[in-house]
C-alpha cells in the first residue's frame, strides 16, 4: 500500500527484491538506486532513437536502465574518474546493454555533441559534501549547465536528482525549471528538477 498526497495505491508483491539488479556489481557510494534511476529514464519519456547522456554516470546506473528501457535509444555515459568509467563499463556488460561509456568531463559536452543534438540529459550531480566543498563543485555546475544549454534540443529534456535542489537551482539560471517533484526513497528524500 501506498499514499501519495490524495491518491491511495494499492498492488500485490509478484517477486521479491525487484529493485536488486543483477548488473550492479561495481557500485559508487554517490549513486543513485537502479528502481530511481528507471523512475528517472521513464520520466524523461526517453523513446527509441532519442540521444540521452548522463554526464555524470558514476557506476553507470542511469544509462543501463535507459538501455533496458529504450534498446535502440543512442546512450551516453560520461565521468571524469577513471574508476567510475571501469565500473560503469563492467555494469553495462553484465547487464548486456550497448552504450557507450567515456572518460570526459562535462566541459567535453560541446565537442563530443553538436549544438541542438541531445534530446535527453538525465543525471544525478556530484553534491557538496565535507570533503567535496561548494566552491570546488561551483565551476563544474557553471560548466555543465553552460554546455547543457548549448547541446539539448529546443524541445529537450534536462532532467536532475538531487538531494540538494538549492544548490542546484543556483546554478541554473540560464535554463527553465519547468517543475520540481519530491521523491523519497529508502528514507531518502530526492528532488527531481
Keep these: 500500500v501506498e499514499i501519495v498526497n490524495d491518491f491511495f495505491f494499492i498492488g500485490i508483491l509478484i517477486a521479491d527484491h525487484l529493485n536488486k539488479r543483477k548488473y550492479k556489481l561495481r557500485r559508487n557510494n554517490k549513486a543513485i538506486d537502479s ?17 540521452i547522456v548522463d554526464p555524470f554516470c558514476k557506476d553507470g546506473v542511469i544509462p543501463i536502465e535507459a538501455a533496458i528501457y529504450a534498446k535502440k535509444a543512442k546512450i551516453w555515459g560520461l565521468d571524469d574518474n577513471i574508476n567510475n568509467v571501469r565500473n560503469a563499463k563492467i555494469n553495462a556488460e553484465l547487464a548486456k546493454v550497448n552504450i557507450k561509456i567515456l572518460k570526459y568531463d562535462v566541459s567535453w559536452l560541446g565537442y563530443l555533441f553538436k549544438e541542438n543534438s541531445v534530446d535527453k540529459i538525465v543525471t544525478n550531480p556530484p553534491i557538496p559534501t565535507k570533503k567535496l566543498k561548494e566552491n570546488k563543485l561551483q565551476p563544474i555546475y557553471e560548466e555543465f549547465f553552460f554546455q547543457a544549454k548549448n547541446i539539448l534540443k529546443k524541445e529537450g529534456i534536462l532532467l536532475i536528482v538531487t538531494q540538494k535542489p538549492e544548490f542546484v537551482k543556483r546554478f541554473s539560471r540560464n535554463l527553465f525549471l519547468l517543475e520540481e517533484k519530491k521523491v523519497f526513497f529508502k528514507k531518502m528524500e530526492y528532488s527531481i528538477l
Aim: no cysteine.
Design 35 to 51: 528502481v530511481l534511476a528507471n523512475l528517472l529514464v521513464r520520466y524523461s519519456r526517453l523513446k527509441e532513437k532519442e540521444l
